[in-house]
């Protein structure tokens, strides 16, 4: 449950974490200001055509957006209903492109290697006695937990569709949340069985030590 890693030999697959990482915190703030709906489709374009790269795989991994498309699709009738539509737009495109964009890099990036990449670049708060370790953790498993959630989300809609012909709406709400904290629980106690932060991502050194 805490890896969603699509093996592969992709020029993806081969940057390096911290440029992908740095490529994503970028492209976000590139994406964030932009309020033209043609320009965010474009970008969201490109986007998709990144999972292409990834190929048939890659793009089976965006099945997920049934379940987001639920979200978004009511955070535009909102946004309509308030006589806002053209803000709902760009809303829109700028949550699918960000979205998808964190979920590539969880996609093409192995554990160990995001939490790497995540403790050299908070390795100066370490020196102020903050917990680096437990701080690129924290971080990584979001990014790995949120294409998860999404999916656990789409899966209980598909159930719920294949049931009852209907669509499941707000009664998908307690199933999520039992699945979620169960999911939780046992990421939890995986880490536990490996010594937590500690022990989830020894030191580089180490580990070319032990091999």
């Known amino acids: 449950m805490i890896s969603v890693y699509l093996p592969g030999e992709t020029f993806l697959h081969r940057l390096p974490a911290g440029a992908k990482l740095a490529g994503l ?11 033209s709906p043609r320009v965010l489709g474009a970008v969201l374009l490109l986007v998709l055509g990144l999972f292409a790269c990834l190929g048939r795989e890659g793009l089976r991994q965006l099945k997920f957006l049934r379940s987001l498309s639920v979200l978004l699709a009511g955070l535009l009738a909102l946004h309509i209903f308030s006589g806002t539509g053209s803000a709902g737009v760009v809303m829109v495109l700028r949550l699918l492109a960000m979205v998808l964009l964190a979920t590539l890099v969880s996609l093409t990036t192995k554990m160990d290697d995001l939490l790497d990449a995540l403790r050299g670049v908070l390795q100066p708060l370490g020196r102020l006695g903050l917990p680096e370790k437990k ?5 990584g498993l979001v990014l790995r937990f949120a294409p998860v959630l999404i999916g656990i989300g789409a899966s209980l809609g598909e159930a719920y569709r294949a049931r009852s012909g209907r669509k499941g709406g707000v009664r998908l709400i307690a199933p999520f949340a039992l699945q979620a904290l169960g999911s939780a ?27």
């Open 25 to 35: 915190c970028l492209a976000t703030i590139i994406v964030l200001p932009i309020e």
């Open 185 to 211: 629980d046992r990421v939890a106690e995986a880490l536990a069985a490996r010594g937590g932060a500690d022990g989830f991502a020894p030191e580089t050194k180490d580990r070319k030590t032990t091999l």
């Open 135 to 139: 701080l690129a953790l924290a971080i």
